[in-house]
T-cell receptor, first 113, second 113 residues
């Protein structure tokens, strides 16, 4: 069973702080890694994807990938109350389900004013 | 860019009744399409995926079925709903431009009573 693991949280950070969300995966053949944000009652929306070791930055968001250690993280700088949501980590590799994504259960983030 | 239309947004159905959820895609041709279910407190569970018209692969044996009658149409069905079918149903379209990540539809909240 290919696993994607996330701490369910909730992770609580004060407004303006850095939120750090982590994800580990079991399958070394995994090729691409994604972070989705899901507000309560809404569908997930893609924030970032990464496929090379190292950091990838987009505005206040930075994704970090370490394939040797099989983890991927998301940093949110200058956290805002509007960042309060569940963050889903997803991993894909070509397999029996084509390029289907395998999702973690998500980490709930609460940014307090 | 791709747009995923999914309807209805909410549905309350009695046990034993049939189900039909529809998903249509704009802005791309021959997409890989997926149906996921998100139950309360659980992660995203892959139900079906399709790489083309009439091509359906099932990930979870259950009383649900899927069909793809047209290139950009994906339908999820059931002949007789169970209580355990309740959940948030999401249609997703794979997007090569973002590392084969997904664009999600807005989802259908199904409650079986």
């Amino acid at each position: 069973q290919k696993e994607v693991e996330q701490n369910s949280g909730p992770l609580s950070v004060p407004e303006g702080a850095i939120a750090s969300l982590n994800c580990t995966y079991s399958d070394r053949g995994s090729q691409s890694f994604f972070w989705y944000r899901q507000y309560s009652g809404k569908s997930p929306e893609l924030i970032m994807f990464i496929y090379s070791n190292g950091d990838k930055e987009d505005g206040r968001f930075t994704a970090q990938l370490n394939k040797a250690s099989q983890y991927v993280s998301l940093l949110i700088r200058d956290s805002q109350p509007s960042d309060s949501a569940t963050y889903l980590c997803a991993v894909n590799m070509f397999g029996n389900s084509g390029y289907a994504l395998n999702f973690g259960k998500g980490t709930s983030l609460l940014v307090t004013p | 860019s791709q747009t995923i239309h999914q309807w209805p947004a909410t549905l309350v159905q009695p046990v034993g009744s049939p189900l039909s959820l529809e998903c249509t895609v704009e802005g791309t041709s021959n997409p890989n399409l997926y149906w996921y279910r998100q139950a309360a407190g659980r992660g995203l569970q892959l139900l079906f995926y399709s790489v083309g018209i009439g091509q359906i692969s099932s990930e979870v044996p259950q009383n649900l079925s899927a069909s793809r009658p047209q290139d950009r149409q994906f339908i999820l069905s059931s002949k007789k709903l169970l209580l355990s079918d309740s959940g948030f149903y999401l249609c997703a379209c794979q997007t090569p431009g973002v590392g084969y990540g997904y664009t999600f539809g807005s989802g259908t909240r199904l409650t079986v009573v």
